[in-house]
C-alpha cells in the first residue's frame, strides 16, 4: 500500500509524520507532495518519507491519496491532477466543507472518504470524525481508519451532515478553548500573577479537569456541582456566566461553525 499526502501545511504534514511514526507503512510507502520549493527543501532533509514536487511523479503510484490543500484550492488541485488518478485509488479528504460528491464530480472517481480533523492532531491527541462512499469496500474503510488513527482517535458517522457538525464541534473546537483559557489568564495577569504563573494555573486546571473527566463516567454537570458548593466561590462564578447566557452563546458559537461549514460546500 503506498499513500501519498497532498499538501504539506500544518494538516498535511501533520497526518504525514502521524503515518510515518505507525507501523502500517514504511517510509518508502508514504510520499508528500507540495508545489513550495522551500517546503519541498526543508522536507527533503527528513527521512520519514519520500518527497515530491511533481506531482505527475507520485500520484500514479499512490493506492490512497490524502487531499490536504485548502478547500478553495480544490477546483484548481481537481483540474490538474484528474489526467492523472483512476478509479481503484481511494482519496481522503481533510478538506471542510467539501463534499464526496464534489470530489467524485471534480476528479472522477468514485472511492472518496470525507474526514474532519483537528489542530490538536499535532501531538497526537486529534479526533476525526469521517464517512465514506458507498463504493468504498469494509476492508478499505478498516485501511483508512487506520491511517487516521495514527493522529489520535476517529470517529465513523453515517452521513456527511455529522462531518459538517463536528466541524462545529471538535474540528472548530479547539479555537474555543484557547479562547477560554486566553480569558482566565488575562484574569490571572489582572490579579498580579505573573504570565509564567498564569499559564501554570490555567493550563494544568484545564490539563487536570479533562482528566478527571475522562477518568470517570460523570458528566461535566456533575463535575460543576462536586466542584462547588452553596454560596461558594465557584457558585458565584458559574451564577455569573449563567447570568450572562454563556451556555447558549457557546452553543451558538458551534451552530455558527457548523452553518459555515455547509456554506462552504454549497460554494
Sequence with gaps: MKVLVIGAGNMGLTYAEGMAKSSFLNHRNLMIFDKSAEIITTLSKVDHFDVYDDIEECLPKADIVFLAVKPYHCDALFEEIKPL???QQIFV???????????QQGLGVKKVVRSMPNLPAQVGKGVTSFTEAKEISRVELLMVRNL????????HVETEKFIDASTGI?????AYVFYFMNSMMEAALKMGFSKNDSKVLVSQTFEGAVKLFNDSDLSPSTWMDRVASKGGTTRAALDSMDDNNIEELIKDAAYAAFDRAVELGKE
Design 85 to 87: 488518478v483512476n478509479d
Design 93 to 103: 479528504s481533510l478538506m471542510a466543507g467539501i463534499t464526496i460528491d464534489k470530489i
Design 170 to 174: 471538535s474540528g472548530s473546537g479547539p
Design 148 to 155: 487516521l488513527d495514527t493522529t489520535g482517535a476517529s470517529i
